[in-house]
């Protein structure tokens, strides 16, 4: 299957600090990325869509200014989280869409926030 | 919208045993798909089996397999010959199927169920 990066894989920060996530396709091009969080023994929780190229599509619910989302290239996706809290802390998932019907996922980001 | 649910929320089984992991969705699509996954303690989502809605025939992976009643709406998956790696969280997801949509390549995921293989 299709190999997904994500960096730093654990991350503490103070509160009010922000904090960029890094998802990566290492072996293929992915025009289309899903950005999760989930809370422990909890499911995951789609936040938004990050298009390569153009503005992503957030869920509702999902604060846009607080979690920016940027697909600048086929091969990264980045998450940053803006004036982090320790509501903020999760843990943080990438996806991409390698076809219409398969996802492949990156080992996740463990944020903490003090 | 679409809706998965699992209704148990842990399993647990014996090594070598074989168990039976409960989904049901709801939806209104005629074109989808409906996946399996595992999380192990390390977090990772691992794909461990999909399913087709146009195909009849359950789909098998190796020790796991689905039964997947279409018109009950059910998606259930079978493990066989447990093994102590199988320990995880499963989760059943849904996506709609075909190109282009607001919805084009989203999960759907149901609550979970972890399971539990003991020695």
């Known amino acids: 299957g299709a190999v997904v990066s994500q960096h730093p894989s654990w991350v503490i920060c103070k509160s009010g600090t922000s904090v960029k996530i890094e998802c990566r396709s290492l072996d293929f091009q992915a025009t289309t990325m899903f950005w999760y969080r989930q809370f422990p023994k909890k499911s995951l929780m789609l936040m938004a869509t990050?298009?390569?190229?153009?503005?992503?599509?957030?869920e509702q619910g999902v604060e846009k200014d607080k979690f920016l989302i940027n697909h600048a290239s086929l091969t990264l996706s980045t998450l940053t989280v803006t004036s982090a809290h320790p509501e903020d802390s999760s843990f943080y998932i990438c996806?991409?869409?390698?076809?219409?019907?398969?996802?492949?996922f990156g080992p996740g980001t463990r944020l903490t926030v003090l | 919208a679409q809706t998965v649910t699992q209704s148990q929320p842990e399993m647990s089984v014996q090594e070598a045993e074989t168990v039976t992991l409960s989904c049901t969705y709801d939806?209104?699509?005629?074109?989808?798909?409906l996946f399996w996954y595992k999380q192990p303690p390390s977090r990772q989502m691992i794909l461990v089996i999909r399913q087709e809605a146009y195909k009849q025939q359950n789909a098998t992976e190796n020790r796991f397999s689905v039964n997947f009643q279409k018109a009950a709406k059910s998606f259930s998956l079978k493990i066989s010959d447990s093994q102590l790696g199988d320990t995880a969280m499963y989760f059943c997801?849904?996506?709609?199927?075909?190109?282009?949509?607001?919805?084009?390549?989203?999960?759907?995921f149901g609550q979970g169920t972890i399971l539990t293989v003991h020695p």
């Open positions: 997801a849904f996506m709609i199927g075909g190109a282009g949509g607001t919805s084009y390549g989203k999960l759907t």
């Open positions: 996806s991409t869409s390698v076809s219409t019907d398969t996802q492949y």
């Open positions: 990050s298009n390569e190229g153009s503005k992503a599509t957030y």
């Open positions: 939806t209104s699509e005629s074109n989808y798909y």
